[in-house]
């Protein structure tokens, strides 16, 4: 079992910057792959960054290529997702995720992912 609690988020303007934390307890946090995903109102979960649990290999949605980092901090069994530059298209719940021991070469399925955040609302204003 594995317990993700989530931080950060909130409202900025465009092109402003924020972080999102998720701190995960349980069992090895190194053994899982983490991911971003995030969702609109009226959508699905959609993927926006992942690194995996052995190497350390990210990927990005191509949305948010070049302008959000995902990094993992196993000290402190959290990852993060630095957001910059962010766009109104950008507004969404955004939810970290967990999956044992997956190599990914490039997205997460929602639907393979084991382990939620709780959300956590990001709101870009133009």
């Known amino acids: 079992q594995v317990q993700l609690v989530q931080s950060g988020g909130g409202l900025v303007q465009a092109g402003g910057s924020l972080r999102l934390s998720c701190a995960a307890s349980?069992?090895?946090?190194?053994?899982?792959?983490m991911g971003w995903f995030r969702q609109a109102p009226g959508k699905e979960h959609d993927f926006v960054a992942r690194?995996?649990?052995?190497?350390?290999?990210?990927y990005y949605a191509d949305s948010v290529k070049g302008r959000f980092t995902m990094s993992r901090d196993s000290a402190k069994n959290t990852v993060y997702l630095q957001m910059n530059s962010l766009k109104p298209e950008d507004t969404a719940v955004y939810y970290c995720?967990?999956?044992?021991?997956?190599?990914?070469?490039?997205?997460?399925?929602?639907?393979?992912?084991?382990?939620w955040g709780q959300g956590t609302q990001v709101t870009v204003s133009s």
């Open positions: 995720a967990a999956v044992f021991r997956t190599h990914y070469v490039t997205t997460m399925r929602p639907g393979a992912v084991e382990y």
């Open positions: 349980g069992r090895a946090f190194s053994d899982y792959t």
């Open positions: 690194i995996n649990w052995s190497g350390g290999n990210t």
